[in-house]
Structures are given as structure tokens and as C-alpha cells.
């Protein structure tokens, strides 16, 4: 996954992911895109030398600009949007989460990322399931606890 490494090789924050694949998929949701085209496409405003650089001089900036245009006029400009990582913390706080229940939370969460069908489910649905299963694993538990509710 490009935004993956593109994360990982920058050291992002985490949200930056999320917020990421959330725009990257609600884009490819309405318009195709072949994948070697996906490294035009960037979520925080790095400079034009930047976005030359990363995708290691196979696009022009005319090339960039066009896409990025094409990217805020698909998605109406609605950059700022609640993801998955945001409840996440938020349930990991009320479950009052150990580091083993957070790890495994957010491994499940980022496994969602991987899996194009999860764009249609609501991101606090998805930090609640991975949560739930993160606890059903280690805990053992059967059902929601009353804070968790």
C-alpha cells in the first residue's frame, strides 16, 4: 500500500494514515485510477520538489497539479473528515486499555485499512469492532462492558 510506506518512510503521525486512505478511498470510489498514478496524490502540502522526489521524478508538476485539482473537486473539498484512529482513542481511553489491548486494537484497525469494502462503514463502528475483538481476545469478554457503551 503507497500511503502505507509513504507514512512509514515520513514517520507521520499515526492519524495522518488514517486521514490518508479515508481520502484516498472516498476518491477512488468515484474515479479510477491506475496504481502507478496513486503517488500523485498527498494529504498534508509537502512542496512541489517533495512530491517530485517521492515518486522519484515520474511525474511532472503540471502532472501533480492537475491531479490535485481533479482530487478537491471529487471530494468537494472536504479534507477534514472523523477517521477510525479518532474514536479509537477515545474507546481505548473508556475500555481503560493496557498497552497490549491498544496494540492489538490498532492492528486490527489498520488490517480495516487494507480492505476497500470497509469505506462504507462508519469509522466509529470500525474503532468500536477492532476494540471489541481486541477484547474479546485478550479478555475473554462476551459483551460490552457498561463504560464501553
Known amino acids: 500500500m ?10 507521520l503521525l499515526e492519524e495522518t494514515l488514517y486521514l490518508t486512505v479515508n481520502l484516498i478511498d472516498r476518491f477512488l470510489a468515484v474515479h479510477s485510477v491506475a496504481k502507478k498514478n496513486l503517488q500523485l ?16 521524478k515520474a511525474f511532472e508538476v503540471k502532472e501533480i497539479l492537475n491531479m490535485e485539482t481533479l482530487m478537491l473537486n471529487t471530494l468537494q473539498f472536504k479534507l477534514s473528515v472523523p477517521t477510525p484512529y479518532v474514536f479509537m482513542k477515545r474507546f481505548l481511553k473508556a475500555a481503560q486499555s ?17 480492505e476497500s469494502v470497509m469505506v462504507k462503514y462508519k469509522p466509529s463502528l470500525l474503532a468500536a469492532a477492532a476494540v471489541f475483538t481486541a477484547q474479546c481476545t485478550i ?11
Open 2 to 11: 503507497i500511503a502505507s510506506k509513504v507514512h512509514y518512510r515520513f514517520k
Open 41 to 56: 496524490e498527498e494529504v498534508c502540502f509537502p512542496g512541489m520538489e517533495d512530491f517530485i522526489q517521492i515518486s522519484e
Open 98 to 114: 493496557d498497552e497490549e489491548l491498544e496494540l492489538l486494537s490498532f492492528f486490527l484497525m489498520e488490517l480495516c485499512l487494507l
Open 139 to 149: 479478555k475473554g469478554l462476551k459483551e460490552w462492558s457498561k463504560t464501553s457503551e
